[in-house]
């Protein structure tokens, strides 16, 4: 009677927790917790944060799953057991979409840390990501890795359970723009492949510059020289029409004594 009893209280602590350990490949399709109870269409008490808004595609975003209230502080983080708290949620399960999000399949990869594991959704490796154990949380923090062809919007989705009753679906992140790493590098390639045009531009104009200054310092030698020349010249003509005149006095003066 007493081992019944034990047996009895654990099917109920099953069922009150659901999934203690995470959620199940079987919600990868619709994210829904598989409890005998609709989803709560009230404001969700927590928060899907991505850290950055633009990220590459070599790169990593890192997020945060955390309650409302702890940006304003009125949160007091607390683990209490009530069946209808919200400080705090027990389960999660989070993927990232393509935006638009319509009929996508989970993209890229995520990182946890040692209260949370990944799954495998729709055919790929790691693309979700759930809890580990049914622990009240105030914040996780979570990697993910885009695709390293993947270039576009994304949006991370996730589903807070609170407690089996209280649970909110499909809570939808701030897109994060993802930039194709090599399109950047092309950029930057072509970037230097201008600054290299412009320099090589710039040492030609120098050079030919200088071409120019010494065919104008050449120029300027030889019509110096070609002056030079012709006073010279107009000089010795000078001195010599004067020797002359001066031969032809002194003989002139000669014949007349």
Not at 237 to 252: D, E, G, H, P
Request: aromatic content about 8%; some cysteine.
């Amino acid at each position: 009677m007493q081992g019944l009893l034990v047996i009895m209280m654990a099917l109920i602590a099953g069922q009150v927790t659901g999934h203690p350990h995470g959620a199940p490949t079987t919600a990868c399709n619709t994210m829904f917790p598989l409890h005998k109870h609709h989803p709560q269409t009230s404001a969700c008490p927590f928060e899907t944060r991505p850290y950055q808004t633009e990220i590459f595609s070599n790169s990593s975003v890192r997020i945060a799953l955390h309650n409302l209230g702890m940006l304003s502080g009125s949160s007091s983080g607390s683990s209490s057991s009530s069946e209808n708290t919200t400080d705090s949620f027990k389960g999660y399960m989070i993927m990232a979409f393509e935006v638009p999000s319509e009929n996508a399949v989970a993209l890229g990869t995520f990182q946890v840390s040692s209260d949370s594991h990944t799954i495998n959704c729709h055919g790929m490796q790691q693309n979700a990501a759930t809890h580990s154990s049914k622990s009240h949380k105030s914040i996780v923090h979570l990697t993910w890795t885009p695709p390293e062809d993947f270039e576009g919007d994304v949006i991370f989705k996730t589903t807070y359970v609170a407690s089996k009753k209280l649970f909110w679906m499909n809570q939808v992140s701030a897109p994060v723009r993802v930039r194709l790493a090599a399109a950047v590098a092309d950029e930057e390639s072509d970037t230097d492949d201008d600054n290299t045009v412009l320099i090589q531009n710039d040492v030609l104009e120098g050079k030919l510059i200088e071409q120019v200054a010494y065919l104008e310092s050449r120029e300027y030698i030889s019509l110096w020289a070609i002056c030079s020349l012709f006073i010279v010249g107009f000089t010795c003509a000078v001195l010599a029409k004067l020797i002359l005149a001066a031969r032809a006095k002194k003989y002139s003066t000669l014949e007349s004594i």
